[in-house]
């Protein structure tokens, strides 16, 4: 049970206790949301709605994401204060007037966010459809994935390069937390859309440069790197900052293609890397202080001619297998 001071306890009860505050928390306690979203749900004013915000983020209670010129808002994963409030919330009544207003209202702008999501989807679908065409099956390739990650539960997963958010929602079982980073907002407006019509909060979708985290050091129990490094010029320079957010012991997992030859695939679909040899891969892990324990390679026998090879990297910061080693000799030789 989180404890936590009468002091504490009386300021978050004074930042929540306004009925448009309450309504702003049990809406963004189900995602990401900006402050249009807020306006239209609530049918208030646009300062209005921002400086409760504001007061609901001096409380910390929510936090605030930008995203090119918008900025988006949800509340907090953890905290003393965000325990006190998902309890004020799960005690209000399901057949209160306004908060089903609000959640019909929440489920529109979430209705015309997945619409806009999938028209960008669509056209670019072909793109999409033909790189399918050349490896194997994305099903191969998550078992596999899933197979090397195992079951075992995991406080938090870092997606880097996230797109869809497949990711997100193929691991959805292990994790307690989880971050998607994708450089694009039309990618980040198709991951949201999917993660809400999944009902999944746990997981949020965050703009981001793979080459430049805004993340803390040592965050993430696991860090997913799924075909995204061949559109990077210096991959070597995004395998060290996934290692510079791994906790000690974590593990990196890279999906990405066998060495090929296919040079159209640099002009018509931007690859700037075309493959990467088991070699090349574990050298830069190396360099990135992770050791490598397994790889796999996934061919493709399909009707084309030329196809690509998928390969599955996982690695781990050995860090924390240096500790136990030392605790295990200590407790031996006591």
């Known amino acids: 049970m989180v404890q936590f001071g009468l002091e504490h306890m009386v300021d978050v009860l004074k930042a929540v206790g306004e009925p448009t505050r309450l309504r702003l928390l049990a809406l963004l306690s189900a995602g990401d949301l900006t402050v249009s979203d807020l306006t239209d749900i609530l049918g208030q004013s646009q300062p209005r709605i921002s400086r409760h915000l504001k007061l609901l983020g001096e409380a910390g209670l929510i936090d605030r994401y930008q995203e090119g010129a918008w900025a988006y808002f949800r509340l907090k994963e953890e905290g003393g204060g965000v325990h006190l409030v998902r309890q004020l919330l799960g005690n209000a009544s399901n057949d209160d007037p306004i908060l089903k207003r609000d959640t019909g209202r929440l489920v529109a702008v979430k209705q015309a966010r997945a619409e806009l999501a999938q ?31 195992g079951r075992k539960p995991v406080q938090s997963l870092l997606d880097l390069g996230t797109g869809t958010g497949r990711m997100l929602l193929l691991l ?10 994708d450089a694009s907002r039309d990618m980040l407006a198709v991951a949201r859309a999917n993660l809400d019509a999944e009902g999944l909060t746990r997981a949020v979708v965050r703009l981001g440069d793979i080459l430049n985290l805004p993340l803390e050091n040592e ?29 000690p012991g974590g593990r990196l997992v890279v999906v990405d293609f066998a060495p090929h030859d296919l040079e159209y695939l640099r002009a018509e679909h931007a ?14 892990m190396k360099g990135a202080g992770l050791e490598v324990d397994r790889v796999v390679d996934l061919p493709f026998s399909g009707a084309e001619q030329r196809s690509l090879t998928v390969t599955v990297w996982l690695a781990h910061d050995p860090r924390m297998l240096i500790a136990g080693d030392r605790e295990n000799n200590l407790a031996r030789s006591a």
């Open 119 to 149: 028209a960008y989807f669509a056209r670019h679908a072909g793109e999409w459809d033909e790189m399918r065409r050349l490896q194997i099956s994305e099903t191969e390739v998550e078992n596999c994935l899933v197979e090397l990650v």
């Open 172 to 181: 959805k079982d292990i994790y307690r937390r989880a971050v998607g980073v």
């Open 271 to 284: 690859h700037l890397r075309l493959g990467f040899s088991h070699k090349a891969m574990a050298d830069w």
């Open 219 to 247: 965050d993430f129990d696991l860090v997913i790197v799924h075909q995204v490094l061949h559109f990077l010029e210096h991959p070597e320079v995004a395998l060290v900052e996934a290692a510079r957010v791994l906790r």
